[in-house]
């Protein structure tokens, strides 16, 4: 950039260009910092998601034939392609049924006010306060989802079958019902990043593999660290190449 200027050929394409070309600021240890939060930002979440749909699968081996069922199905058609991944919306109610009933965080959508604030029922939030929405509860709340508390995997799969263009309850789309992504202008752009990568590797392992929880035990609970959820690590999945 000393030497080039703003833009000169194969200038990369990545967060810690766009942050210097943004940013006067080029001191290194604010940039190290920028970027392990990013990378904390994008790659714990995925990682947390689809360990906890893992264990969500072993825990219930007797989903493993219906999701390869609409792998084989959709693969057979599309070939692994986006529109194949677009079609899996078992797979993909899977992961948002996951995302619905742990989640990564008890708390989400935190904002601080610019100003201050009166809402519609008289409560003053004073400029300078952080707010938080908590989610997890909101996830589990019998008057937005019937039977909340039990972990039902094709629970947004049925509810797009009856969408006439069944893309509003897919595992991307914001609501204030599921607030795993946000919701608004700050809404997590990496979100169809991440729900191709989950997709991608959930296919890949039910056609390859069956899966359960080691010797039948039971899973280990889900732990709270903070206001974070935490895949338990004591929890171990056993996978059986499968016989076709």
């Known amino acids: 950039m000393e030497v080039e200027g703003t833009d000169w050929r194969d200038k990369p394409n990545d967060y810690l260009q766009w942050w210097l070309d943004t940013s006067?600021?080029?001191?290194?240890?604010?940039?190290?910092?920028?970027?392990?939060?990013?990378?904390?930002?994008?790659?714990?979440?995925?990682?947390?998601?689809?360990?906890?749909?893992?264990?969500?699968?072993?825990?219930?081996?007797?989903?493993?034939?219906?999701?390869?069922?609409?792998?084989?199905?959709?693969?057979?058609?599309?070939?692994?392609?986006?529109?194949?991944?677009?079609?899996?919306?078992?797979?993909?109610?899977?992961?948002?049924?996951?995302?619905?009933?742990?989640?990564?965080?008890?708390?989400?959508?935190?904002?601080?006010?610019?100003?201050?604030?009166?809402?519609?029922?008289?409560?003053f939030i004073p400029q300078g306060t952080v707010l938080a929405f908590p989610v997890h509860g909101m996830h589990h709340d019998d008057a937005v989802f019937e039977n909340p508390n039990a972990f039902e995997p094709f629970r947004f799969a049925e509810t797009r079958n009856k969408e006439s263009n069944g893309s509003g309850n897919q595992m991307t789309s914001l609501s204030p019902d599921v607030l795993s992504f946000g919701l608004g202008t700050h809404a997590c752009p990496g979100r169809f990043f991440a729900a191709t990568v989950l997709k991608t590797m959930m296919a890949h392992i039910v056609m390859s593999y069956d899966v359960k929880l080691e010797d039948d035990t039971c899973r280990p609970q889900t732990l709270r660290v903070g206001r974070s959820i935490v895949p338990n690590p004591a929890a171990k999945v056993m996978f059986r190449k499968r016989v076709q």
Request: charged share 25%.
């Open 24 to 123: 006067q600021d080029t001191c290194p240890i604010l940039l190290m910092r920028r970027m392990l939060s990013f990378n904390f930002a994008a790659i714990h979440s995925t990682s947390h998601t689809f360990a906890q749909a893992l264990l969500k699968l072993a825990e219930n081996p007797q989903y493993v034939q219906v999701l390869r069922d609409e792998v084989e199905a959709v693969v057979n058609k599309h070939g692994w392609t986006k529109d194949a991944l677009s079609e899996m919306r078992k797979v993909d109610s899977f992961f948002k049924e996951t995302q619905r009933f742990e989640g990564i965080s008890i708390l989400a959508l935190t904002r601080i006010a610019m100003s201050d604030l009166t809402l519609a029922d008289g409560t």
